[in-house]
């Protein structure tokens, strides 16, 4: 069986991208979200994605039209899932809501479809028996801006069915991503494995005294070719993110750095609502951070 419908589970920062981005690439879309109100905002959010298609990827108005041409809402989990050859879970990153979700899916989705979780930190071996269909089940990571940065992290669990694997393989290479297939289970993936212990190093760096975030990411960038350091990289991240992660690892394990590292976090940033490129201001000022001046590598 092909994939031809996909439903996307949640509209938030990942959900309505996913959804937009299978459905500008040929496939007939149901957004699936708890109430009709959410869903009003969803659509609010496609016509801002529908620029950024424009600018980054050149498309044409026709082909935005089309796309949003393919896609359906509904509240109503059953309707929403009727036809679903895959259903891609983008629900909030708690294993009791993810739970709850697949205990109501299990009960109105048709046999066939596949399910696939969006999350970036719970391993799918979490969830499996909870789908009732552990067989096709798996998870399916994108990248923020995924029409941009284009990574689909394909990540199993032991008793996932390797046709299956395969079928989602080819999926994601059908909506422009790059297939990034892992062969066993890895909390975070290969992108935030790589990710997390550079930004956390950095990070240290900073608020133990050795340097500034300039030099650090001028440090990185002339040492290595890569268009950003770890700094402007938190910036696009959002520093709440790091400030959350740092919090749960000082809560578990009392390190003094991690501790000093969220009392940095926050002061500096959190509480003066410097959050990174969303808020126009972080480690850097936007939309003409430092970074990209001439003369910084210098």
Known sequence: MDIKNVTVAGSGVLGYQIAFQSAFHGYSVTVYDINDEVLEKAKGKFDILSAAFKRDLNARQEEIDAAKNRLAYSSDLGEATKDADLLIEAVPESPQIKIDFYHKLAKVAPEKTIFATN???????????????PEKFLALHFANEI????TAEIMG???????????????SKTIGMVALPLHKEQPGYIVNSLLVPLLTAA???LVDGVSDAETIDKTWMVATGAPLGPFAILDVVGITTAYNINKMAADATGDPLKVK???????????????????G???YTYPNPAYKDKDFLK
């Open 147 to 150: 029409w941009k940065h284009n």
């Open 203 to 205: 990070t240290n760096l």
């Open 261 to 279: 590292t969220v009392a940095y976090l926050k002061e500096q940033f959190i509480d003066e609502n410097k959050l990174g490129v969303s808020t």
């Open 119 to 133: 999350s970036s930190t719970l391993l799918p071996s979490q969830f499996a028996d909870e789908t009732g269909r």
């Open 157 to 171: 669990h032991p008793g996932t069915d390797k046709a299956v694997f395969d079928k989602v393989v080819s999926f």
């Open 281 to 283: 201001e972080g480690f």
